[in-house]
């Protein structure tokens, strides 16, 4: 059975920093993206960025600049640099992995809380 937990998240002031960390454990295929989403609220969830097995990588334009995705395959983790944090970062961070094989499985952690404010 596929688990992810995420760790990092905290409150912080604007202007901040904040690593995610999501650690999986379970079987999943190398062939994979992993992600980073996050859900304020009264909003929809909304992909921040993402990162491929073949390194391509991905991000929602507000946090350009300011965050940095990266993975490390052999501890099959994902992390989340965040900088500059604003109080509109503020919301849910979810981990996902979805795998890129025939009959492949998307995976979620459970959720980390990050509040940006002073």
């Known amino acids: 059975q596929v688990q992810l937990v995420e760790s990092g998240g905290g409150l912080v002031q604007p202007g901040g920093s904040l690593r995610l960390s999501c650690v999986a454990s379970g079987t999943i295929s190398s062939l994979n993206v992993m992600g980073w989403y996050r859900q304020a609220p009264g909003k929809e969830r909304e992909l921040v960025a993402n990162?491929?097995?073949?390194?391509?990588?991905n991000y929602v334009d507000s946090v350009k600049g300011r965050f940095t995705i990266s993975r490390d395959n052999g501890e099959r983790s994902v992390y989340l640099q965040m900088n500059s944090l604003k109080p509109e970062d503020t919301a849910v961070y979810y981990c996902?992995?979805?795998?890129?094989?025939?009959?492949?499985?998307?995976?979620w952690g459970k959720g980390t809380q990050v509040t940006v404010s002073s």
């Open positions: 996902n992995i979805r795998e890129f094989v025939k009959n492949g499985q998307s995976y």
């Open positions: 990162i491929y097995s073949g390194g391509s990588i």
